[in-house]
């Protein structure tokens, strides 16, 4: 079953933009990922929040956590042609919420960055 | 240095017949998951390993699946009689430590076609 819902499910905008995503997940969780996927490079690691954070920044990436609205939301910022791919959030239950060992990933968010 | 390696990239079975995915994980990754990806869908987890113990297999969808990893490093997934419904990408990630708690790098995935 997916753990995560993203939110949109698609989304277009024009290169330079921000592009934000939002996940909600829906048991506890130990950590958060989130992944990209596109065609050339498969699903490729962003960066991972840990349960007891509340942002991380990566480069052009901010990532946000709210164990008290189960939601995470992802930030791009200055975005280029290079970043259109499929991006999900991943939550590993684990030892705390005593799920499986592997990741719970939502469908996902289709981001097509226009030139 | 090399990343995860599936083999093969795409396979075709006619319905009933059994196939293996092998997959190579990062050289000395202990831990290696395997996942079922549908079109348009999120990553769906199938089983884990630590090493060559299978710790976790609660995402086989039937007893069709099998997943062995005797040495500790090389994995091949086993599916007995396939169904339509198997027809998918199946997805290896492996991580440098134990459990889901990590960063998991993906291989390119195996995507059968079952006809």
């Known amino acids: 079953s997916q753990q995560g819902e993203e939110d949109p499910q698609a989304l277009s905008i024009q290169e330079g933009e921000n592009a934000t995503m939002n996940c909600s997940y829906k048991?506890?969780?130990?950590?958060l990922q989130w992944y990209r996927q596109n065609s050339g490079r498969g699903l490729v690691h962003l960066i991972l929040?840990?349960?007891?954070?509340r942002e991380k920044h990566s480069g052009r990436l901010r990532v946000t956590l709210d164990t008290s609205k189960k939601s995470s939301s992802l930030l791009i910022t200055a975005s280029r042609a290079a970043d259109t791919a499929s991006y999900f959030c991943a939550g590993f239950e684990g030892y705390s919420g005593g799920g499986a060992d592997g990741l719970t990933f939502g469908k996902g968010t289709h981001l097509i960055i226009q030139p | 240095g090399a990343g995860v390696s599936q083999s093969p990239r795409y396979k075709v079975a006619k319905r009933g017949q059994d196939v293996a995915l092998r997959c190579d994980p990062i050289?000395?990754?202990?831990?290696l998951f395997w996942y079922q990806q549908a079109l348009g869908q999120g990553p769906e987890f199938l089983t884990y390993f630590q090493n060559e113990a299978q710790l976790d297999k609660s995402g086989l969808p039937s007893d069709r699946f099998f997943a062995e990893r005797p040495e500790g490093s090389v994995s091949t997934l086993k599916i007995q009689r396939t169904q339509q419904e198997d027809s998918a990408v199946y997805l290896c990630a492996s991580s440098a430590r134990g459990g889901g708690i990590y960063e998991q790098y993906f291989g390119p995935g195996t995507r059968l076609t079952v006809t």
């Open positions: 050289s000395g990754h202990v831990s």
């Open positions: 048991t506890s969780i130990n950590n």
């Open positions: 929040i840990r349960s007891n954070e």
